[in-house]
Structures are given as structure tokens and as C-alpha cells.
């Protein structure tokens, strides 16, 4: 495609969201992106939660964390550019390990990835025998190569449900493990309370304290203040925010789940409560809709990733994810086993 092309295919979907000098600019950029990503024969995956110039131009698959990890498994190509954060990388080379998998920025986080250790893990063990941990894929490959299976945001229910036992331990988000506790009518305890130790605990979730530095943000009181301005919103919350935000909610799921129900409902309005890049996302492709979201509120970690470092990633075939093999080879149990269940 030319950069005339690609201009005028960027520019169908995001003139009323970027001025038009920056849709050109950006548009030979990722012409140069989507004629490297030929030469290289690599395909581009894109989280929801790309700006919106970049993920109507280069991604050959947009999709939220089990979607793209899915992607990676089934590629035939030699090389990945995961336009995401770290985790979600490094989830790609744990199941394509003889594919070259680059990410665009050097360090691009998440404060729930960086909230507990393989050795966290080790301890919770100890002090809770027997018990299978179940680990959220936004965590790091030694984390779940001492886990018994991944899950996401879109599948946490299915997995826990699929164990067959009576406690689980559910690591690390806070609020994604009360999620599924109040919604598979389970209870919550954290390691740190005052109780018992051991199997036979009348507890079967067992959370811990990690938190997402975005979604931790949003409150029973921003829903509210809506809902009072337009008492007509359908409030969308992602499974990150805090409990009494999704109970607050009318609709929560992953981000793919969140643009569906945008699509297939017809609300007068929609507020999103998640990184405020896939509520630009939604417009762009919803130009009917009235969208409302809370910029202020972004990720610094996803925002790390740009169509300049992209083209960079190519140039240079940089930051390269390295995964010790020994530890690849447990993580990528946890996470087929997640796969298989859908
Ligand atoms: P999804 O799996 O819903 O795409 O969420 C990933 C994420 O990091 C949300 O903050
Ligand atoms: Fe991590 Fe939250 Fe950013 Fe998602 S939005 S990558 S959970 S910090």
C-alpha cells in the first residue's frame, strides 16, 4: 500500500479524532512499517489499547491479552512485533519460542506484572499446600512457570470453574480475584489476614495485592456523577476496576468484550471505564455512537508503545524477549492449558 493509500484509509477512520497533518505523518510512517513487516516476514499484533493511529494501520490482528496470545501460538510468520506491554510479549515467545518476538519499547510494564515474584508464588504454596494457583497472564514468565494455569481477564471464570476444587489460589489482582469470587459465589481471604494456614480453610479464593495503576482509579462516585448528568448511560467497567465499580457497572469484560457489547447494544450513551485510547478506538469505528471516557486516566506502560519505536522495533529487529528455556517450558504449560480451555 502507498502512503497515499494508507493516508486515506487512516484518515476514513480517525478524521474526527486526529488533525489531518498528523494523520499524514503518521500514515508514512506506518507505509514504512507495513513494507518492512513484508521484507521481515513478521506479523504485528495490537492490544486494544494502541493509539488510535496505530491501531488502524499496522496491526494485522487488533484483539484484547487470550485473543493475541492465541494469534501468537497459530502464526506461521518468523518474526512477532507485539504492540503491547512486556508481559504480553514475552506471553508470545513462551508459546512461538523459535520466532523472533520484538518489542517496540525496551521497558513497557504493568504495575500488576511487577506486583509479585516466582518466589511469592513459592510462598504461597508453603503456606497453602495442595491448593492449584491460577494465574492472571498480567504477570512475568517466572511467574507462571510455578503456576498451575493462566487465565485472563475474558476467561478468569471459565478457569477457576474448570479446576474442580473446592480453593483456589488467585494471583495477583486484588479486585479480578473478588470479581470472580462474588461472581462464582466463592470467598475471599488474602495471605496476610488473620487466620488458619492450610488446606483445609473455609476460604477457597485466595487473593493477592496487586492492583492495576489505571483501573484502580475509577469510582462508584465517577459512575455516579454520570449517571446524574445522563441518567440514560450504559456504564462499562473492565474485571481490573475495583469490585463496587463493576457491581456499580451495567456491563464488565475483557477489552474485546467491552468494544462487542458497544457494537451490539444500542445505548443513547456509553461510558467506558478503561485506558481512554480504546474508547478513541470505539469512535473511530462507531462514529454513530456517543462515547463518553475518562482521559485523564491512561496507561503510561501502553503509551510507551509509538508507530516511531515500531519502526524502530523493525529496523533494528529491537528489544528482542529472551525467556530462559527451563522456565519457558513450565510458563508455556500454564498458559496452553488456559488455550485449551477456551
Ligand atoms: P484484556 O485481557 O481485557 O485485553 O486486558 C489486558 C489489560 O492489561 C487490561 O488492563
Ligand atoms: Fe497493566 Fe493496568 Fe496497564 Fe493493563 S492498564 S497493562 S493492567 S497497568
Known amino acids: 500500500m502507498t502512503v497515499e493509500e494508507t493516508y486515506l484509509k487512516m484518515k476514513q477512520k480517525l478524521s474526527r479524532l486526529i488533525p489531518d497533518d498528523e494523520i499524514r505523518y503518521k500514515a508514512e510512517i506506518a507505509a514504512e512499517i507495513n513494507q518492512l513487516k513484508k521484507e521481515r516476514n513478521a506479523v504485528i499484533l495490537g492490544h486494544n489499547y494502541m493509539e488510535p493511529a496505530l491501531y488502524y494501520s499496522i496491526p494485522d490482528f487488533v484483539g484484547d491479552s487470550l485473543a493475541l496470545s492465541r494469534k501468537a501460538a497459530e502464526t506461521d510468520k518468523e518474526v512477532i512485533v507485539f504492540c503491547g506491554v512486556k508481559f504480553m510479549a ?107 494456614s492450610g488446606a483445609a480453610l473455609d476460604h477457597p479464593i485466595i487473593g493477592w495485592h496487586g492492583k492495576c495503576e489505571v483501573h484502580d482509579q475509577f469510582t462508584v462516585d465517577d459512575i455516579l456523577n454520570v449517571r446524574k448528568q445522563f441518567p440514560d448511560v450504559l456504564v462499562l467497567a473492565h474485571p481490573e476496576c475495583r469490585p463496587e465499580v463493576v457491581e456499580a457497572s451495567d456491563f464488565s469484560g475483557s477489552t474485546t468484550a467491552m468494544i462487542r457489547h458497544v457494537e451490539n447494544t444500542k445505548a443513547p450513551r456509553y461510558l467506558l471505564l478503561t485506558e481512554c485510547s480504546m474508547g478513541d478506538n470505539i469512535i473511530a469505528a462507531n462514529p454513530s455512537k456517543d462515547i463518553l471516557r475518562m482521559c485523564s486516566i491512561r496507561c503510561p506502560h501502553m503509551k510507551e508503545i509509538t508507530l516511531e519505536d515500531t519502526l524502530g522495533a523493525l529496523v533494528n529487529m529491537q528489544y528482542e524477549i529472551i525467556v530462559p528455556e527451563d522456565i519457558r517450558i513450565k510458563a508455556a504449560r500454564s498458559v496452553q492449558r488456559m488455550i485449551e480451555i477456551g
Open 90 to 196: 514475552e506471553t508470545a515467545k513462551i508459546l512461538s519460542p523459535h520466532k523472533t518476538v520484538l518489542l517496540p519499547a525496551k521497558e513497557a510494564g504493568c504495575s500488576l506484572a511487577a506486583s509479585i515474584t516466582a518466589e511469592d508464588v513459592l510462598g504461597l504454596k508453603e503456606q497453602f499446600p495442595g491448593i492449584p494457583v491460577v494465574t492472571y497472564v498480567n504477570t512475568y514468565a517466572a511467574v507462571k512457570a510455578v503456576s498451575d494455569i493462566c487465565c485472563t481477564s475474558s476467561n478468569a471464570v471459565k478457569v477457576v470453574a474448570s479446576l474442580d476444587t473446592e480453593a483456589v489460589i488467585f494471583i495477583p489482582d486484588e479486585y479480578l480475584a473478588k470479581n470472580v469470587a462474588r461472581e462464582t459465589g466463592k470467598r475471599i481471604i488474602f495471605p496476610d489476614d488473620t487466620h488458619p
